[in-house]
């Protein structure tokens, strides 16, 4: 399970994603759909770990991999 809480991320003065809560089930589709520039690829690059989020938790089943942090911008378990 994923689960998202709280996740904030910013470039400069642009604030992309804002206090995003969400919960992914294993075994579930689940989408994320929006407008273009609303923060999909962005919410998707921090959940994989290509960035790192501003605030907020990032949980995979239970565990925090948002304040991990190995290369500038990557999340990675240590």
């Given at each position: 399970?994923?689960?998202?809480k709280?996740l904030?991320?910013?470039?400069?003065?642009?604030?992309?994603?804002?206090?995003?809560n969400a919960?992914?089930?294993?075994g579930?589709?689940?989408l994320?759909?929006?407008q273009?520039?609303?923060?999909?690829?962005?919410?998707?690059?921090?959940?994989?770990?290509?960035?790192?989020?501003?605030k907020?938790?990032?949980l995979?089943?239970?565990?925090n991999?948002?304040?991990?942090?190995v290369?500038?911008?990557?999340?990675?378990?240590d």
């Open positions: 399970m994923i689960e998202l709280g904030c991320k910013s470039f400069e003065e642009k604030e992309v994603l804002k206090d995003i919960t992914f089930e294993n579930k589709t689940n994320i759909i929006g273009s520039g609303s923060g999909k690829t962005v919410l998707m690059k921090c959940i994989v770990g290509l960035l790192t989020p501003d907020g938790e990032l995979y089943d239970h565990r991999f948002s304040s991990c942090h290369l500038p911008g990557a999340c990675k378990p």
